[in-house]
Structures are given as structure tokens and as C-alpha cells.
């Protein structure tokens, strides 16, 4: 079975400041993808970022960058010098490769919280 | 290009009553996904339609039921609704359904049961 985990509830930090969520996952599968999506206050799940599971290598996209780590069963999601508007609700989600299995298995999510 | 559109926005029911959600997938977009993000219990897969089809389904009750309409836009159902079914109800589409297509959100209908 698939499972994501985001230890981290909520984030606060000052705007300008450097901030990383964590994202943990187990999947039995060879083949996978990983995701990132943001939930404004509107409740609009954004997609910000897909990963395939044989593809290691780190991505940056501006202030965002994602450190994918197979080792560890890690993707985790830094945002440089943050801004207030990076406020919201951050989702990590896994799903496995084609067939039935398309659904998104997400974590709990990371509520950040970035104030002036 | 026009996103994912989900109608009615917000809704109000009472426990034992009906109700239909709708969704708009992207243009182009075959598969259409719905979940639930109850409070407390975060984002929950409900079912995946692709083709017209029933793809897959989460671990819901059975009176949890949609279709998908040959223009690829589709519906949830939710019969005999209970308190419990409070929640945001989001609704997805992708290109295809192969598990590397992003899914696309749209802003969900908020479902409130007195």
C-alpha cells in the first residue's frame, strides 16, 4: 500500500527567510510519481511539480526547488527568501504507474504560514 | 484555457437528503477524478472516471455513485447523506489516466450537512 507522510503540520517563518517541507513515502512499486500541490485559502489544489520515480535529479523553478532522495524515500520541497504569498496549504502525493492505479495518495499536508 | 469548473460552489443538506455534484474537465482532459477533504481526515480518493468508465474506487460506502458523460464531464452522487459527509469535495481531471499525468484541480464544492 501506498503511504505519504508530512511530519510537519504548520510552518511559521518571517518573509525573505528559507523554508523546507518534508515528504516521506512508501510504495512497493518500481515505477512512481511524486507530486507537489499548493491549496490556497480558495481551496484550488495547484500543481507546482511532478517527479518520476527514475528521475533523481533535483529541479529548481525559480524561488522553488525539489530534493528528490530514492535512499530515503524522501521529496522534499524548499522555498527561498519566502514571500507572504507562498501562504498556504503544501500537499506531497504519490501515485504509482498506469492501470487502475492513478488515483493521488496524499499526505496530510504542511500548512505554512509566512508573515512580514 | 479554461480550468477545471465545479458547480454548485457551496451547498446545504440535511442528513438523510440527495445530492449531485458537478464537474468540467479541462478541454481535452479524458479522466476525471473526485476526492474528499473532511476535516480531520485530509484528502481522501473517491473514484476515477476515464472513458465513460468506473476506473478505480476508494474505500467509500456505496452510497457514493457518479458517472461520466461522453462530453467527459461528470457527476457525484451521494445518497442517504450523514453528518460525516461534511467536507470539500474536489474534483480532477488529467490527459489520460496513466498515474504520470498531473492532476488538475478544480475549487471544489463545499458540502455542509445540518
Known amino acids: 500500500a501506498q503511504k505519504v507522510t508530512q511530519a510537519q503540520t504548520e510552518i511559521s517563518v518571517v518573509e525573505k527567510e528559507d523554508v523546507t517541507l518534508d515528504c516521506v513515502y512508501e510504495?512497493?512499486?518500481?515505477?512512481?510519481?511524486l507530486f507537489w500541490y499548493k491549496q490556497p485559502p480558495s481551496g484550488e489544489l495547484v500543481f507546482l511539480i511532478r517527479r518520476n520515480s527514475f528521475d533523481e535529479q533535483n529541479e529548481i523553478s525559480g524561488r522553488y526547488s525539489w530534493n528528490f532522495q530514492k535512499s530515503t524515500s524522501s521529496f522534499n520541497f524548499t522555498i527561498t527568501a519566502s514571500q507572504v504569498v507562498d501562504s498556504a496549504v503544501y500537499f506531497c502525493?504519490?501515485?504509482?504507474?498506469?492501470?487502475?492505479?492513478?488515483?493521488?495518495?496524499f499526505g496530510t499536508g504542511t500548512r505554512l504560514q509566512v508573515t512580514l | 484555457e479554461a480550468g477545471v469548473t465545479q458547480s454548485p460552489t457551496h451547498l446545504i443538506k440535511t442528513r438523510g437528503q440527495q445530492v449531485t455534484l458537478r464537474c468540467s474537465p479541462i478541454?481535452?482532459?479524458?479522466?476525471v477524478y473526485w476526492y474528499q477533504q473532511a476535516l480531520g481526515l485530509g484528502l481522501q480518493f473517491l473514484l476515477w472516471y476515464d472513458e465513460g468508465e468506473e476506473r478505480n474506487r476508494g474505500n467509500f460506502p456505496p452510497r457514493f455513485s457518479g458517472r461520466q458523460f461522453p462530453n467527459y464531464s461528470s457527476e457525484l452522487n451521494v445518497n442517504a447523506l450523514e453528518l460525516e459527509d461534511s467536507a470539500l469535495y474536489l474534483c480532477?481531471?488529467?490527459?489520460?489516466?496513466?498515474?504520470?499525468?498531473?492532476?488538475?484541480f478544480g475549487e471544489g464544492t463545499r458540502l455542509s450537512i445540518l
Open positions: 502525493a504519490l501515485s504509482e504507474a498506469g492501470g487502475t492505479a492513478s488515483k493521488l495518495t
Open positions: 478541454s481535452g482532459h479524458t479522466s
Open positions: 510504495t512497493r512499486d518500481t515505477t512512481y510519481y
Open positions: 480532477a481531471s488529467s490527459l489520460e489516466g496513466q498515474g504520470n499525468q498531473p492532476q488538475h
